[in-house]
């Protein structure tokens, strides 16, 4: 089925060829600003994982990756803002740069929950990459320094982001069909 006649989606958003393009712009940044260091990139399970293997691809300099599960959505279509850590990091983070990489930024809460997490281990520096930005959708202030797209306050799902734990392996995010969960 084409990506365009998919009833599941009242609009596709980005492609893949989009995002790769995305992040291959962000991964040319990371590599520049992060020259001569070697951060750690703490991948938020699970939405995060395409958009990591795209940007991972991407950088040339040397990295670590981790990776770390927090749930705020629990299969929802809003985040229920209750953050829970459900797999921790490996890594020690103490005097590391570290970089955040995480599909979206949307109400902010996982992302502050994770930035002061991060800074309470010692964390020399904390930055993120995010695929996707929901600026409307912020309930506090935080910014993400690498971001791959800003985008309405819609739901949104696929390349990563789940519809119900379903559709993160589309290879292209869109705009789910409202009929879908009204
Ligand atoms: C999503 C997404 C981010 C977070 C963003 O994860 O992957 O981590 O929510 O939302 P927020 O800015 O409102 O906090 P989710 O909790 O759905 O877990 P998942 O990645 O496993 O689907």
Redesign the pocket.
């Known amino acids: 089925m084409s990506e365009l006649a998919d009833p599941r989606f009242t609009k596709i958003l980005h492609n893949h060829q989009e995002i790769e393009g995305a992040a291959k712009r962000i991964a040319a940044r990371i590599d520049q600003d992060y020259a001569g260091k070697t951060p750690v990139m703490v991948v938020?399970?699970?939405?995060?994982v395409m958009w990591a293997g795209d940007l991972f691809r991407n950088i040339t300099n040397d990295i670590e990756m981790d990776f770390i599960d927090?749930?705020?959505?629990h299969g929802g279509i809003s985040?229920s803002n209750k953050?829970t850590l459900r797999t921790d990091l490996t890594t020690d983070v103490k005097d590391r740069d570290v970089i955040i990489v995480?599909?979206?930024?949307?109400?902010?809460?996982?992302?502050r929950f994770l930035e002061d997490l991060l800074k309470s281990r010692g964390a020399r520096s904390v930055q993120t990459a995010t695929m996707l930005n929901k600026k409307a959708?912020h309930k506090i202030d935080v910014s993400a320094k690498y971001v791959g797209f800003e985008i309405d306050n819609e739901f949104v799902a696929g390349y990563g982001?789940?519809y119900q734990e379903i559709w993160r392996n589309l290879p292209f995010i869109g705009v789910v069909n409202p009929e879908i969960y009204s």
Do not use: F, N, Q
């Not at 995480?102 to 992302?111: K, M, N, P, Q």
């Open positions: 938020v399970l699970k939405g995060a927090i749930a705020s959505y985040s953050i995480e599909d979206i930024v949307d109400t902010g809460l996982s992302l959708g982001l789940d």
